[in-house]
T-cell receptor, first 114, second 112 residues
């Protein structure tokens, strides 16, 4: 199906483990973004990417690693998960040519670190 | 990043208009005003955006004050499905990435 998907939708992991959250979009959008949302808070930008092999930090990048070898994929890795990284993670994408800067968001991944 | 201020929560009755306010007194001349909403257990979705003039689309209208220091999102006839958190966001006009900086948003409750 066309659109933006995230996997897994739910994940429980232990402190210290490495976890990778996947994001895939079928529109060939240039820009992709990762946000986290904590209970009672708005979304905060973790990392973003302007194109394949081009990534940059957002507001809260510490503890996260991203890569973008293909335009359609933008995985987010927690190298050593901590309880403070328990959150809902949203991936988004945007077309480079979009004059509205409209971002399309995925359904989210709910991550619990025990 | 330019800051926006919104009420924490608002209530509306079904099928009545809803006016969601947003203050952005530090807005610069090239900053766009964007609105997104987030339905329960979903990712945010784009609603509307504008620069200086009022804007209409199928979802809502955006009224921008003449001095651009405030704006109002208007839902013409609220439905139960419009219950969501509404975010008012300023997008730097000079920004190519279109990074969104979310605030706390306004939680809209729609009563039947």
């Amino acid at each position: 199906d066309a659109g933006i998907t995230q996997s897994p939708r739910y994940k429980i992991t232990e402190t210290g483990r490495q976890v990778t959250l996947m994001c895939h979009q079928t529109w060939s959008h240039s820009y992709m973004f990762w946000y986290r949302q904590d209970l009672g808070h708005g979304l905060r930008l973790i990392y973003y990417s302007a194109a394949a092999d081009i990534t940059d930090k957002g507001e809260v990048p510490d503890g996260y690693v991203v890569s973008r070898s293909k335009t359609e994929n933008f995985p987010l890795t927690l190298e050593s998960a901590t309880r403070s990284q328990t959150s809902v993670y949203f991936c988004a994408s945007r077309s480079y040519t979009s004059t509205s800067y409209e971002q399309y968001f995925g359904p989210g991944t709910r991550l619990t670190v025990t | 990043d330019a800051k926006t201020t919104q009420p924490n929560s608002m209530e509306s009755n079904e099928e009545e208009p809803v006016h969601l306010p947003c203050n952005h007194s530090t807005i610069s001349g090239t900053d766009y005003i964007h609105w997104y909403r987030q339905l329960p257990s979903q990712g945010p979705e784009y609603v509307i955006h504008g620069l200086t003039s009022n804007v209409n689309n199928r979802m809502a209208s955006l009224a921008i004050a003449e001095d651009r220091k405030s704006s109002t999102l208007i839902l013409h006839r609220a439905t139960l499905r419009d219950a969501a958190v509404y975010y008012c966001i300023l997008l730097l006009g000079s920004s190519n990435t279109g990074k969104l900086i979310f605030g706390q948003g306004t939680t809209l409750q729609v009563k039947p």
